[in-house]
């Protein structure tokens, strides 16, 4: 899908083809709508392309017709009624007098800016157009690593209450999508630093309040990342700690009653042999199968005292 929007008179517009200062927003594009808009605005298809390959690393390209700068945002991705966190490139294409986006799905990173929610947003104004995506992604970055801790600790009282498998695969899915935040947002930081260093974009003296919100917030998104990612990490390591140690208890309780059992269980496996009853201790009593068993109650409970004094079933 091909959207063009222009600002005018304060408010945002959509229009219905490209015209100068207007802002072209393509979500999951065709071939069709790729080549239209190579074409129109003269920069190479693999340009536009290059967003719809969701393994692509943040970058920056520049040509002679065009600049690129290719980000990693935010995303959230539904499996069986669960919100999974990852991320997906998204590619900011400024020619002399046009801004395209392209993403491969539709996201709440631009949804502001189309209904005209953000302030000081004109599409005309290319470099404070950049930097307002870049400051949108990292606090959407932030937005979404708090849900995500919020989640780690629901998970977390649930696991004090029982210890079960489907809890700790949910803290692993949401360290996974840690390691995916983690990972985008030290490929954008270096994107940034590139960006900021060098005059790929112009930087205008209006735009420096904003310049380093984008710095402050990214840089405190990636603090937010790894403190998060160590917590987990520490986390799964102490339950995975707790249920192994569950584990060896159940293993103790079980060897334990096993000795205790094996205990009658050999005295009647004598008094079960086909010999002479004459060799065998109460065959010929008439109590002699209570006072069989009694001996190996007696036994077996001696058995189980000695264990108690050795505080085994600690």
Same mark, same amino acid.
């Given at each position: ?5 222009? &600002? ?62 290719? %980000?990693?945002?935010? @995303? ?24 395209? @986006?392209?993403? &491969? ?13 953000? +302030? ?16 949108? &992604? ?34 692993? +899915? ?8 983690? %990972? ?13 260093? =060098? ?8 735009? =420096? ?19 998060? &990612? ?13 249920? =192994? ?50 001996? =190996? ?13 050795? +505080?085994?079933?600690?």
């Amino acid at each position: 899908m091909t959207k063009f929007f222009v &600002s005018e008179d304060g408010t945002v517009k959509s229009v219905d083809a490209r015209c100068p200062g207007c802002w072209i927003s393509m979500t999951a594009p065709n071939d069709d709508e790729i080549k239209a808009v190579a074409a129109d605005c003269a920069i190479e298809p693999d340009a536009l392309k290059a967003a719809l390959d969701i393994d692509e690393r943040s970058r920056i390209e520049v040509d002679d017709n065009y600049t690129m700068i290719l %980000t990693n945002i935010p @995303t959230v991705e539904t499996d069986n009624d669960k919100e999974l966190y990852s991320t997906i490139p998204l590619a900011v294409i400024i020619t002399h007098d046009t801004v395209i @986006t392209v993403c &491969s799905e539709t996201t709440p990173l631009l949804r502001p800016f189309e209904d005209g929610k953000i +302030k000081d947003f004109h599409t005309q104004m290319k470099s404070r157009f950049v930097l307002q995506i870049l400051y949108r &992604s990292a606090r959407l970055y932030l937005e979404y690593l708090r849900i995500i801790d919020r989640k780690s600790e629901e998970v977390e009282n649930k696991l004090h209450r029982s210890t079960k498998n489907h809890e700790l695969i949910e803290l692993l +899915k949401l360290e996974k999508s840690l390691v995916y935040f983690t %990972t985008a947002l030290r490929s954008n930081e270096s994107v940034m630093e590139k960006l900021f260093r =060098s005059e790929i974009i112009k930087k205008y003296p209006e735009d =420096s309040e904003l310049l380093d919100d984008v710095i402050v917030e990214n840089k405190q998104a990636i603090e937010m990342a790894n403190i998060y &990612s160590g917590i987990l990490s520490g986390t799964m390591d102490a339950f995975a700690s707790v249920i =192994s140690n569950n584990l060896n208890i159940v293993m103790k309780v079980l060897a334990i009653i096993t000795i205790v059992l094996s205990i009658p269980t050999m005295i009647f496996s004598a008094y079960g042999m086909n010999v002479n009853i004459a060799g065998m201790p109460f065959a010929q009593s008439p109590y002699g199968f209570a006072i069989i068993i009694a001996l =190996s109650l007696l036994m077996s409970a001696l058995v189980i005292f000695l264990f108690i004094k050795l +505080k085994m079933f600690k």
